[in-house]
Nanobody, 115 residues
């Protein structure tokens, strides 16, 4: 049974930083590309950052230069370091495989950026 558990969200002022973590279990983590997705109120869920099993990364234009995705295969964990946060980054953040698996979505972690 696959489980992805996100943590690290919170309330932060604009310009601040947060580090999100996603702990994975029940999946051969190191072979899978992983991604961080987010869903803002009234908007569709979007992929903001991804990392392959080999460590190659890709970012949405809206977060490029501000967010950094990384992974620790020994800990089955993927991270998202978010710097220079903006109010438009406010959303629920989720991790999943890339491409995503519908049955793998977790509860997500809320990130709220106050201006």
């Amino acid at each position: 049974q696959v489980q992805l558990v996100e943590s690290g969200g919170g309330l932060v002022q604009a310009g601040g930083s947060l580090r999100l973590s996603c702990a994975a279990s029940g999946v051969i983590f190191r072979f899978n590309a992983m991604g961080w997705y987010r869903q803002a109120p009234g908007k569709q869920r979007e992929l903001v950052a991804s990392i392959t099993g080999f460590g190659s990364t890709n970012y949405a234009d809206s977060v490029k230069g501000r967010f950094t995705i990384s992974r620790d295969n020994a800990k089955n964990t993927v991270y998202l370091q978010m710097n220079s946060l903006k109010s438009e980054d406010t959303a629920v953040y989720y991790c999943n495989l890339v491409p995503d698996r519908e049955d793998y979505w977790g509860q997500g972690t809320q990130v709220t950026v106050s201006s």
